[in-house]
């Protein structure tokens, strides 16, 4: 019994030193990547169109009906206690700071971190991992690389326009609640947003998506030769993701307030 | 070709071009609007305490947010030294009379209001002192009448703004309060002193030893009192027990009347008797009971011998009874009982 925790601990390690390594390696091919030609490119734009603005619709209904939601909580819990001038407060720590960058994150992992996960599994299984090499192209600048920059660029602008849809949504319901005017509402919205909340959204979009396409990407070069592995690695490349996220959200969250 | 990928480098351009051009106006009215492109002014004052301060908190004037805090620290002589800015477009209203006041309201927090002067004078640099509310300086400039008061006009804010002054005077009213009450009193002292002075010779002596006299009189009298107070309690407890042995129902007659004590005093000796008839048989008892005790005690062999033989006959009858038990031809065990039908069966037994 001993033993075996002992090599399930030793086997943690090592992969966690491998994880590392990875990135490490991802973030070092990046000047490589950026200094290629266009075919390159192309595939940046194709993974921020699978990544981005595919996931635009489910972004912008989700944080509609979160700021509806809060909207509708806030004009009826607030006046109560007499502090309806909150209301702007609490849109800007729910809707920017907190709901915005993780649950963008959550939607591109479910979507994008599994896809990603299984592509690069079938390029394993069927040896074309092995081709890129055997030509001379180094895989983790040519598939790596684009897709973390793709993820993150995605992220952020995904985080923006929920941001964007969240806010006006809220104010939408809200003429339906407690009518009030359109400059009036922005006006709210400007005197309680401050830089470091501004700040603090893009650091977790940012963070969020490099996380979420070294994970992705890690569990697809995780796949040994199955094709049965890749599943299995699609299921543990969701987890991790979003374990990680929530992990780095709590930090970013105790940094920024210090 | 799909349309989606026939134009996605023309989706993902305006996908992000919407997003960032939506940021940096953001990002720009947000800037206008708190002033990150002004000119900032800044300057700093000392409070006794940092109770309802912090980073950031507004500075107010007229309502307006002026400017804020930008922190506050400990000084080595024990006060709060604040730095705060106030932004360019406000910069007429600090002036060299200006105070600030570090309001802290519950619920709604607090902030750090401005008082101008009421000379307008030219702004004071940056990095000047301006006094606060309460220390020496902003004290002597508001009862000067040099400052102009001007706070924010919600409910609350108006309590304590009018509650503000009434505690800031009470204080003083005492202290002054006492220091008159101390001044009458030295007067006197002194008036009474040199009039004494002033009184020389017979007169002198006789209204001197007149004060004595009057002095111990107060004494006298006030011990008198006393005693006469001490005498009237005593009378009415006197007063009280007189009534107590005149009332038909009181203590007394009730301790001397019939069925009281008295009567078991004149029954001419019976109660004695029968005491003493009580007595006797308890001695006689008593007796029987000392007997019987000494008739044990020569008994105790002869008991002692009996419970021998018991325990011994016990352990026979035990040792025969385990006999048996352990035999296998005598062990026959219970024989089993056959039941017997009840002569009775009920009305409710019958069957059908």
């Known amino acids: 019994m001993v033993s075996g925790i002992g090599r399930a601990v030793n086997e943690r390690i090592s992969n966690l030193l491998y994880a590392l390594g990875f990135a490490v390696e991802v973030f070092r091919a990046i000047p490589e990547y950026l200094s290629s030609g266009r075919t390159r490119a192309r595939i940046l734009v194709a993974q921020v169109l699978f990544t981005g603005v595919e996931a635009l619709a489910v972004v912008a209904a989700l944080s509609a009906a979160i700021g509806a939601v809060i909207i509708i909580q806030g004009f009826n819990l607030l006046p109560a206690l007499g502090q309806e001038q909150l209301i702007f407060v609490i849109l800007i720590a729910v809707i920017t700071r907190e709901f915005g960058p993780i649950l963008t994150a959550f939607i591109v992992v479910a979507r994008s971190g599994t896809a990603i996960t299984t592509e690069l599994g079938h390029n394993v299984v069927s040896h074309e991992i092995e081709?890129?090499?055997?030509?001379?192209?180094?895989?983790?600048?040519?598939?790596?690389?684009?897709?973390?920059?793709?993820?993150?660029?995605?992220?952020?602008?995904?985080?923006i326009y929920f941001n964007v849809f969240g806010l006006l949504g809220s104010y939408a319901v809200s003429q339906f609640v407690s009518p009030i005017a359109f400059d009036v509402y922005v006006y709210g919205l400007f005197d309680a947003v401050t830089l470091t909340d501004l700040f603090t959204s893009v650091t977790k979009s940012l963070v969020f998506g490099v996380i979420i396409a070294l994970v992705a990407t890690y569990h697809g070069f995780a796949v040994a030769r199955a094709a049965t592995e890749i599943p299995q690695r699609a299921i543990r490349s969701v987890g991790h993701g979003v374990v990680l996220c929530i992990l780095a959200n709590t930090v970013i969250t105790l940094v920024s307030y210090l | 070709m799909k349309f989606k990928i026939r134009y996605a480098t023309q989706l993902v351009g305006l996908f992000v071009v919407a997003a960032v051009g939506f940021a940096l106006v953001v990002l720009v009215a947000l800037?206008?609007?708190?002033?990150?492109?002004?000119?900032?002014?800044?300057?700093?004052?000392?409070?006794?305490?940092?109770?309802?301060?912090?980073?950031?908190?507004?500075?107010?004037?007229?309502?307006?947010?002026?400017?804020?805090?930008?922190?506050?620290?400990?000084?080595?002589?024990?006060?709060?030294?604040?730095?705060?800015?106030?932004?360019?477009?406000?910069?007429?209203?600090?002036?060299?009379?200006?105070v600030v006041e570090l309001t802290g309201i519950p619920l709604v927090g607090g902030e750090l209001l401005l008082h101008r002067g009421i000379a307008e004078t030219e702004p004071i640099p940056d990095e000047s002192f301006i006094p606060s509310w309460d220390s020496p300086e902003g004290r002597a400039l508001r009862e000067e009448g040099r400052v102009v008061v001007s706070r924010p006009d919600d409910a609350l804010s108006r309590i304590i703004a009018d509650i503000d002054p009434i505690l800031e005077r009470v204080p003083r009213l005492l202290d002054s309060t006492l220091e008159l009450i101390a001044g009458a009193d030295a007067t006197l002292s002194t008036m009474e002193r040199e009039v004494l002075a002033q009184l020389e010779g017979p007169i002198g002596e006789l209204l001197s030893s007149s004060n004595q006299l009057v002095r111990r009189l107060d004494t006298t009298v006030a011990e008198a009192e006393a005693t006469l107070a001490n005498v009237e309690r005593l009378s009415e407890d006197v007063a009280a027990a007189a009534a107590t042995f005149r009332d038909p129902e009181g203590i007394i007659p009730q301790l001397l009347g019939p069925g009281s004590a008295s009567m078991i005093l004149e029954d001419e000796g019976q109660l004695y008797r029968r005491v003493d008839n009580l007595l006797a048989e308890m001695e006689d008892t008593m007796r029987e009971v000392h007997t019987l005790t000494r008739f044990v005690g020569t008994q105790t062999p002869q008991i002692a011998g009996l419970l021998e033989e018991g325990r011994e006959a016990l352990e026979l009858g035990h040792d025969v009874l385990l006999g048996v038990r352990n035999n296998p031809l005598v062990r026959g065990g219970i024989p089993e009982r056959m039941p017997a039908p009840a002569p009775f069966e009920g009305e409710r037994d019958a069957r059908f």
């Open chain 1, 131 to 159: 081709a890129y090499l055997a030509t001379g192209i180094n895989p983790i600048s040519f598939l790596v690389v684009p897709r973390l920059l793709g993820v993150t660029i995605s992220v952020v602008l995904l985080n």
């Open chain 2, 31 to 98: 800037g206008t609007g708190q002033g990150w492109f002004e000119p900032t002014h800044t300057y700093y004052t000392t409070v006794s305490s940092a109770a309802g301060l912090s980073a950031g908190m507004s500075v107010e004037y007229k309502g307006f947010e002026i400017g804020r805090v930008r922190g506050y620290e400990l000084t080595k002589e024990d006060n709060v030294k604040i730095e705060f800015f106030v932004r360019g477009q406000y910069l007429d209203l600090v002036d060299e009379d200006s």
